[in-house]
């Protein structure tokens, strides 16, 4: 099991910025990938982002041009910066690794207000 540690979340209004971070035990290089999932109440959860070891990234269609996944190899970090969020965003977001098996963060709240 990898250890993932996210942080990041909180309440903001819509229109809104928050960067979530999550931080693996391991280098970045060893996992085939790392990303975000998120879970609104009464949901199924759902793919946000993930970014590939080779840098390829994707995006859920409801936040491209707004979300963005990027990583730090050196603090085998990635992070989401979210922009114009939306009262839809609201969920809780958990970090995912991919290191042949998945790993799963603790979740982090995401509120965003109208």
């Known amino acids: 099991q990898e250890q993932l540690v996210e942080s990041g979340g909180g309440l903001v209004q819509a229109g809104g910025s928050l960067r979530l971070s999550c931080a693996a035990s391991?280098?970045?290089?060893?996992?085939?990938?790392m990303g975000w999932y998120r879970q609104a109440p009464g949901k199924q959860r759902e793919l946000v982002a993930f970014i590939t070891r080779g840098g390829s990234v994707t995006y859920a269609d409801s936040v491209k041009g707004r979300f963005t996944i990027s990583r730090d190899v050196v603090k085998n970090t990635v992070y989401l910066q979210m922009n114009s969020l939306k009262p839809e965003d609201t969920a809780v977001y958990y970090c995912y690794a991919d290191a042949g098996f998945a790993s799963w963060g603790q979740g982090t709240q995401v509120t965003i207000s109208s």
């Open positions: 391991r280098s970045i290089w060893s996992l085939n990938a």
